[in-house]
């Protein structure tokens, strides 16, 4: 048990009311390309709104949600929202998942069953973690935002901290994360370690990441080195065009396009699209990995509480106040670290069977204190949604001796 009321998702009528009136005066761009290389095309994104607007059943979407508890608390003056479910086993370790952006709560809906219930699932319930999992502050359900615009990943490690263990009333706690929410937990192991079993992440990023002068640029104004092999060539400028342009436009200009984003559910689903179809390993086609429901759910969570526009600022709020540290002790993460590496984000040159061993040998892994490192084939940036079964399997072993 924890010590607080359940308040259940619900979006008022009035919201629904109004979005489906946006919809409906849609107005798409004069353009009619038919492939991606300029960005979402006209075509795909017509069928997703249209589909959206007589289709999509929010309140059955709700209802799904609504199948496990939700709460709504005040961390330091900071609304937050989460969503957990309770551990099965003899004894359940207390477990916060945070996710990034253009992520939702609901992308870790997939493995949070699995976690806090693993005899369920053909697992030993010796593994069973009570699984909380909060909307980033301004994100989602954590909201609005009114007077707090400075908060970025290493701010939300304070409020974790204090959710888990001042509201939620965790002596130790162990923490998981992709994207912003892998930097949460860096933050959180580099300044709690003492108060962590440890953390399980993607990537495995220095906490600088996106400090200096021109972190905005993903490369930092580095070229290409000349005599690069083609494919190494080739996988550089890849991976600049999946990246470069949120980067660039939420450090540099997310006032100016939450506008545009808050105005228009189309123009939110496009911004928000492109990514999930560029950075998830989908071999072309998206709803292989979201299917229709699951990208409008996505966009909806965003949508209907009007956050886009501080989930953009994230990104600027890193860089703006950057990452500094608490110790000098090394490793500067010293809780015990997991990670798990995909095969949509191999850098270039580098192959799964080496991926780790490149990771090994480059400057980011004496930042951390690495205790389980995997490497899979298959599987993007949204893990815990992509591969499921192995994120579980890689998480658990994380924390297997550390009980």
Same mark, same amino acid.
């Given at each position: 048990? %924890?010590?607080? *009321?359940?308040?259940?998702?619900?979006?008022?009528?009035?919201?629904?009311?109004?979005?489906?009136?946006?919809?409906?005066?849609?107005?798409?761009? %004069?353009?009619?390309?038919?492939?991606?290389?300029?960005?979402?095309?006209?075509?795909?994104?017509?069928?997703?709104?249209?589909?959206?607007?007589?289709?999509?059943?929010?309140?059955?979407?709700?209802? =799904? %949600?609504?199948?496990?508890?939700?709460?709504?608390?005040?961390? !330091?003056?900071?609304?937050?929202?989460?969503?957990?479910?309770?551990?099965?086993?003899?004894? +359940?370790?207390?477990?916060?998942?945070?996710?990034?952006?253009?992520?939702?709560?609901?992308?870790?809906?997939?493995?949070?069953?699995?976690?806090?219930?693993?005899?369920?699932?053909?697992?030993?319930? *010796?593994?069973?973690? !009570?699984? &909380?999992?909060?909307?980033?502050?301004?994100?989602? #359900?954590?909201?609005?935002?009114?007077?707090?615009?400075?908060?970025?990943?290493?701010?939300?490690?304070?409020?974790?901290?204090?959710?888990?263990?001042?509201?939620?009333?965790?002596?130790?706690?162990?923490?998981?994360? /992709?994207? &912003?929410?892998?930097?949460? /937990?860096?933050?959180?192991?580099?300044?709690?370690?003492?108060?962590?079993y440890g953390i399980h992440i993607g990537s495995g990023q220095k906490l600088t990441l996106f400090n200096g002068d021109r972190a905005w640029d993903l490369?930092?104004?580095?070229? &290409? +080195?000349?005599?690069? +092999?083609?494919?190494?060539?080739?996988?550089?400028?890849?991976?600049?065009?999946? #990246?470069?342009?949120?980067?660039?436009?939420?450090?540099?200009? /997310?006032?100016?396009?939450?506008? =545009?984003?808050?105005?228009? +559910?189309?123009?939110?689903?496009?911004?928000?699209?492109?990514?999930?179809?560029?950075?998830? $390993?989908?071999?072309?086609?998206v709803e292989t990995v979201f299917d229709r429901d699951d990208l409008i759910t996505h966009a909806m969570i965003y949508w209907v509480n009007n956050a886009?526009?501080?989930?953009?600022?994230?990104?600027?709020?890193?860089? @703006?106040?950057?990452?500094?540290?608490?110790?000098?002790r090394r490793p500067v993460v010293e809780a015990p670290t997991g990670i798990t590496f995909v095969g949509h984000e191999n850098p270039p040159g580098v192959?799964?069977?080496?991926?780790?061993?490149? #990771?090994? !040998?480059? $400057?980011?892994?004496?930042?951390?204190?690495?205790?389980?490192?995997?490497?899979?084939? @298959?599987?993007?940036?949204? &893990?815990?949604?992509?591969?499921? !079964?192995?994120?579980?399997?890689?998480?658990?072993?994380?924390?297997?001796?550390?009980?």
């Open positions: 048990m %924890i010590p607080l *009321e359940p308040t259940p998702i619900h979006v008022p009528d009035q919201i629904l009311d109004d979005l489906r009136v946006r919809l409906s005066l849609t107005r798409p761009p %004069i353009e009619e390309d038919d492939d991606w290389s300029y960005g979402v095309p006209r075509g795909y994104l017509g069928e997703l709104v249209a589909y959206w607007r007589e289709e999509y059943d929010w309140r059955r979407a709700e209802a =799904a %949600i609504n199948a496990y508890e939700h709460y709504r608390v005040s961390v !330091d003056g900071v609304p937050v929202h989460f969503m957990r479910r309770a551990g099965v086993g003899p004894r +359940p370790v207390p477990l916060i998942l945070t996710h990034g952006w253009p992520w939702t709560f609901w992308h870790w809906s997939k493995v949070v069953d699995p976690l806090a219930d693993p005899a369920s699932f053909g697992g030993d319930p *010796e593994d069973a973690f !009570d699984v &909380i999992v909060p909307s980033l502050p301004g994100f989602g #359900f954590s909201g609005p935002l009114t007077g707090r615009h400075d908060l970025n990943f290493w701010k939300v490690a304070d409020l974790w901290h204090r959710l888990m263990t001042d509201v939620l009333g965790h002596p130790r706690y162990a923490a998981g994360g /992709c994207d &912003i929410g892998a930097l949460v /937990c860096g933050q959180l192991g580099h300044k709690y370690a003492g108060e962590l490369a930092q104004g580095a070229p &290409i +080195p000349e005599g690069a +092999p083609d494919a190494v060539r080739e996988r550089i400028l890849a991976l600049d065009r999946r #990246f470069a342009v949120h980067l660039a436009a939420h450090m540099l200009d /997310c006032g100016t396009l939450a506008h =545009a984003l808050s105005d228009s +559910p189309a123009g939110l689903l496009a911004w928000l699209l492109e990514r999930w179809a560029s950075w998830s $390993d989908n071999g072309g086609d886009v526009g501080a989930s953009m600022r994230y990104y600027a709020n890193a860089n @703006r106040d950057p990452w500094t540290p608490s110790h000098d192959t799964t069977d080496g991926r780790v061993r490149s #990771f090994l !040998d480059g $400057d980011r892994a004496g930042w951390y204190n690495h205790v389980n490192l995997t490497a899979h084939d @298959r599987g993007g940036h949204f &893990i815990p949604w992509e591969i499921p !079964d192995a994120w579980v399997d890689d998480l658990r072993r994380t924390f297997r001796d550390r009980r």
